[in-house]
T-cell receptor
Framework: GENVEQHPSTLSVQEGDSAVIKCTYS??????FPWYKQELGKGPQLIID?????GEKKDQRIAVTLNKTAKHFSLHITETQPEDSAVYFC????????????FGAGTQVVVTP | DTGVSQDPRHKITKRGQNVTFRCDPI?????LYWYRQTLGQGPEFLTY????????KSRLLSDRFSAERPKGSFSTLEIQRTEQGDSAMYLC????????????FGQGTRLTVV
């Protein structure tokens, strides 16, 4: 089955700096790659996603890149703010149902003022 | 409709008891998913429904677990004879018709087995 690895497990950045989280996946059939943000005591919230026919996608301060050849994808957050502090999860889907996801282990991001 | 709703938010139960959780998806979302999340880990897929049909079950879903979606709207997840290892956050998600669209998660039910 699909396996998703995520690095780093923790990331501390100064407010205003950039944060980058990297994920690799094992199954070349994966076709959908979402990123979720989870705050303490809450469910995961989708922040951005990318489909396998696209190499990059940007939404304001957040961008995701996908390298299908290398089977890795990354989340980039620019101009970080304290409210960006949370756990971020990458995920991949090889199903025709994009709600069936294989998640990475998560990255705890701490943005210090 | 403000999103996926799960009830209860927290449940503490004694080992050996049965528990049932409820999930109300976003209106008109025909796909519904259950996940389990343990502390410090990402969510793990358990099962999903398209309307009332349960299409797939993970090997994580032991025979003590059963999920239903009888009318294709809300869903229940029951755990029989709970064990301490069942302690986790149980998350529900839904997605619109077609499947090739993003899934939206609820706030989860935190289960503690003592």
């Amino acid at each position: 089955g699909e396996n998703v690895e995520q690095h780093p497990s923790t990331l501390s950045v100064q407010e205003g700096d950039s944060a980058v989280i990297k994920c690799t996946y094992s199954d070349s059939a994966s076709n959908y790659f979402p990123w979720y943000k989870q705050e303490l005591g809450k469910g995961p919230q989708l922040i951005i996603d990318i489909r396998s026919n696209v190499g990059e996608k940007k939404d304001q301060r957040i961008a995701v890149t996908l390298n299908k050849t290398a089977k890795h994808f990354s989340l980039h957050i620019t101009e970080t703010q304290p409210e960006d502090s949370a756990v971020y999860f990458c995920a991949a889907s090889i199903s025709d149902s994009w709600g069936k996801l294989q998640f990475g282990a998560g990255t705890q991001v701490v943005v210090t003022p | 409709d403000t999103g996926v709703s799960q009830d209860p938010r927290h449940k503490i139960t004694k080992r050996g008891q049965n528990v049932t959780f409820r999930c109300d998806p976003i209106s008109e979302h025909n796909r519904l998913y259950w996940y389990r999340q343990t502390l410090g880990q990402g969510p793990e897929f358990l099962t999903y429904f398209q309307n009332e049909a349960q299409l797939e079950k993970s090997r994580l879903l032991s025979d003590r677990f059963s999920a239903e979606r009888p009318k294709g709207s809300f869903s229940t997840l029951e755990i029989q004879r709970t064990e301490q290892g069942d302690s986790a956050m149980y998350l529900c998600a839904s997605s619109p018709t077609g499947g090739n669209t993003e899934a939206f998660f609820g706030q989860g039910t935190r289960l503690t087995v003592v």
